[in-house]
């Protein structure tokens, strides 16, 4: 079966800073992965997906990600933080034969002036 | 091109009543996915559905819980009898193929 752990549940960061957001995946072929965020009340909006090819993928905000197959991981990174991005951001795999995504429990972003 | 669509956003039922929660995928989405966030935990697969076809309903409760995609008309996740445990946001996400799910803004349900 397919899980994803996020193993940070709270980081704080000073805004300017640099950030990265851990993610591992168990997954029995190629995965589709995806970052999404999650501001309080909100739905989740999609900040990234990697489905193959680059292993390093941007998305929108600023954010990027990298696969690393041999580690299992697709971590989360942003050169330097603004106080916006104070968020809660989940990682999460699809099931290609089955379409249903597994997410982590997540991570809450806190950003200190 | 209008993003997927939930009503109502927040529901307040008492227990035992019935809720309904709806769901309009976006334009030219034909699965619907239905997925629940407890408070503080991260979200939970519920239902995959397509038009009039449940896929997959691995993650729904034995009992209480159904959902349904018409051939007309929105996705509904209905819940009879609702217990405090209930109380939860409930989200729904749809897709062109089985890759990128787009999600809706919730449901926020209170049971009394």
């Known amino acids: 079966a397919q899980s994803v752990t996020q193993p940070d549940i709270h980081i704080t960061v000073s805004e300017g800073a640099s950030l990265e957001l851990r993610c591992n995946y168990s997954?029995?072929?190629?995965?589709?992965l995806f970052w999404y965020v999650q501001s309080p009340g909100q739905g989740l909006q999609l900040l990234l997906k990697?489905?193959?090819?680059?292993?390093l993928v941007q998305g929108i905000k600023g954010f990027e990600a990298e696969f690393k197959r041999s580690q299992s991981s697709f971590n989360l990174r942003k050169p330097s933080v603004h106080w916006s991005d104070a968020a809660e951001y989940f990682c999460?795999?699809?099931?290609?034969?089955?379409?249903?995504?597994?997410f982590g429990d997540g991570t809450t972003l806190t950003v200190k002036p | 091109n209008a993003g997927v669509m939930q009503n109502p956003r927040h529901l307040v039922r008492r227990r035992g009543q019935e809720a309904r929660l709806r769901c309009s995928p976006m334009?030219?989405?034909?699965?619907v996915y239905w997925y629940r966030q407890l408070p503080e935990e991260g979200l939970k697969f519920m239902v995959y559905l397509q038009k009039e076809n449940i896929i997959d309903e691995s993650g729904m409760p034995k009992e209480r819980f159904s959902a349904e995609f018409p051939k007309e008309g929105p996705s509904i996740l209905r819940i009879q009898q609702v217990v405090r445990g209930d109380s939860a946001a409930y989200f729904c996400?749809?897709?062109?193929?089985?890759?990128?799910?787009?999600f809706g803004p919730g449901t926020r349900l209170l049971v009394l």
């Open positions: 334009k030219g989405h034909s699965h």
């Open positions: 996400a749809s897709s062109d193929l089985v890759q990128t799910q787009y």
């Open positions: 997954y029995g072929a190629t995965p589709y």
């Open positions: 999460a795999v699809v099931d290609t034969n089955a379409g249903k995504s597994t």
């Open positions: 990697y489905f193959s090819g680059d292993t």
